[in-house]
């Protein structure tokens, strides 16, 4: 379900100091723009599964501001990761986080395992969710491809990509082996990086074609995310931008990609 980048413009452009801060109402990234209706509680939450290598600490980043996100819409959030090796910095100490967003580590040594896990958390949160939510589970990509047995784990898979060609070229590599592990993956992509909308939508298009090419399988967009200072900013601080700053682009951006899989998970049954 593609979605137009050219809706996110406004994170490109200075914002009008004179304009309200009340949180907005609407969805810039999504078609309807109104706030999904609530729906009857599900017996497991929706898993969406995010490859992030163990040094990718920017979109380790995103991923656990997404949660916050994820929070602050009203919705449950948990962020599930294999507990590592030794302490690493990418992810918060494990529990409840602000706004409710929990981190859980999980020791597995492999897809199934951890695919175990989500689900035991997808059920459990459920119970508690009266407005739905999610358990994104981050994927070690060395474990794409080893277990077929934990190939459920990978039926909707969120990757982010930046306009750089390499970068393009190892995501549409991780889409390849998602899709390979599990025939019937959902794929969805965040853009992040980009300078300008239309290089945002130019990457997109790009990845969409050759997957669809060469893959035979269409790709969703899950919009834009704006990488600018305040993300640094809370890498070091640990601190979720949402909180810290609220009417930032990133924290706009992040609110609008926390929507839009949020409209997904409602209408469509991933666990």
């Known amino acids: 379900m593609p979605r137009d980048l050219a809706d996110v413009a406004d994170y490109f452009l200075p914002r009008n100091p004179a304009v309200s801060h009340a949180p907005r109402a609407t969805a810039p990234l999504a078609s309807g723009g109104a706030e999904p209706a609530r729906a009857s509680r599900p017996a497991a939450l929706p898993i969406v599964a995010v490859p992030i290598g163990d040094r990718d600490v920017v979109r380790a980043a995103f991923v656990w501001n997404l949660a916050v996100e994820v929070a602050r819409l009203g919705a449950s959030a948990t962020l599930l990761a294999p507990s590592p090796l030794e302490p690493s910095p990418i992810w918060p100490v494990a529990g409840p986080g602000p706004v409710g967003a929990e981190v859980v580590l999980a020791p597995a040594q492999g897809l199934a395992q951890l695919h175990r896990a989500a689900l035991d958390l997808a059920v459990a949160r459920a119970a508690d969710a009266s407005d739905g939510g999610l358990v994104i589970v981050r994927v070690p990509p060395a474990w794409l491809g080893r277990a077929v047995e934990g190939r459920a784990l ?115 049954a991933f666990a």
């Open 154 to 268: 990978l039926r909707w898979v969120l990757l982010f990509a930046t306009t750089e060609r390499v970068d393009m070229m190892e995501t549409y590599g991780l889409a390849k082996r998602v899709l390979a592990t599990s025939h019937e993956a959902r794929v969805g992509i965040t853009i992040h990086g980009a300078r300008r909308i239309v290089d945002a939508q130019s990457a997109f298009r790009h990845l969409s074609g050759v997957t669809a090419r060469h893959l035979g399988r269409d790709l969703a967009s899950y919009g834009l995310l704006v990488d600018d200072l305040h993300i640094y900013r809370a890498i070091v601080s640990q601190r979720p931008i949402g909180l810290e700053h609220p009417q930032s682009r990133a924290a706009r951006a992040l609110r609008d990609v926390a929507r839009l899989l949020l409209e997904d998970a409602r209408k469509t």
